[in-house]
């Protein structure tokens, strides 16, 4: 049986962005399915040559590397908070006959509990909301890690009234690394 659930109202800016913004996570979805790294899959469930591939992968069997799914990978999060940011504005339902949609912080994109990937690592689902919020504190710091110089200093500009999860967050790295002495940008 196929359940949709609508999503609450959310604080503005308290979602990651590939939750609200389909192209995104198409971008990130496909990506995840073509490195040679990750191969987020398998596309058909039943698609026993994907497993075949992941489980020599992993140098196991076929259902060891059956029970490793998104589903309980450390970083398939299905908190509560999560959840109401999902399915996003234009997205499917989040629930369906093989299971349900989580966001995967690892690969940022919207993903499936009966899928997989190379990188899956034992430990999930997160499933309470202070887990998912350092998960998010992590992801933006690493994002903002990758600016640029010039990014950074136009960001830094904005600090008086900072908008959005990214933005605040990024500020209030910028304050503490201004304490300890660090390099500003
Ligand atoms: S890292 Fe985990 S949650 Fe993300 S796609 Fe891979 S198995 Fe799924």
Not at 11 to 24: F, M, V, W, Y
Not at 82 to 96: A, H, K
Not at 111 to 121: D, G, I, N, V
Request: charged fraction near 30%.
């Amino acid at each position: 049986m196929i359940k949709i659930r609508i999503g609450k109202k959310k604080e503005e800016g308290s979602c990651p962005k590939a939750t609200q913004d389909i192209e995104l996570n198409t971008k990130n979805r496909n990506a995840a399915i073509k490195a040679e790294h990750i191969q987020y899959g398998p596309l058909n469930l039943s698609d026993e040559d994907y497993y075949v591939r992941v489980a020599k992968h992993w140098n196991t069997s076929v259902d060891v590397a059956k029970k490793s799914k998104c589903s309980n990978c450390t970083a398939f999060d299905i908190s509560p908070r999560m959840l109401e940011c999902l399915p996003g504005p234009v997205s499917q339902p989040i629930e369906d006959e093989e299971g349900m949609l989580g966001y995967c912080w690892m690969h940022r994109f919207k993903c499936h509990s009966a899928r997989t990937c190379y990188t899956w690592a034992a430990g999930g689902p997160i499933d309470k909301d202070s887990v998912s919020y350092s998960w998010q504190e992590r992801s933006e710091e690493s994002l903002s890690e990758g600016w640029s110089k010039g990014e950074r200093s136009k960001r830094k500009n904005k600090c008086d009234n900072p908008k959005g999860f990214t933005m605040k967050q990024f500020c209030k790295n910028q304050k503490s690394r201004s304490k300890k002495g660090e390099k500003k940008n």
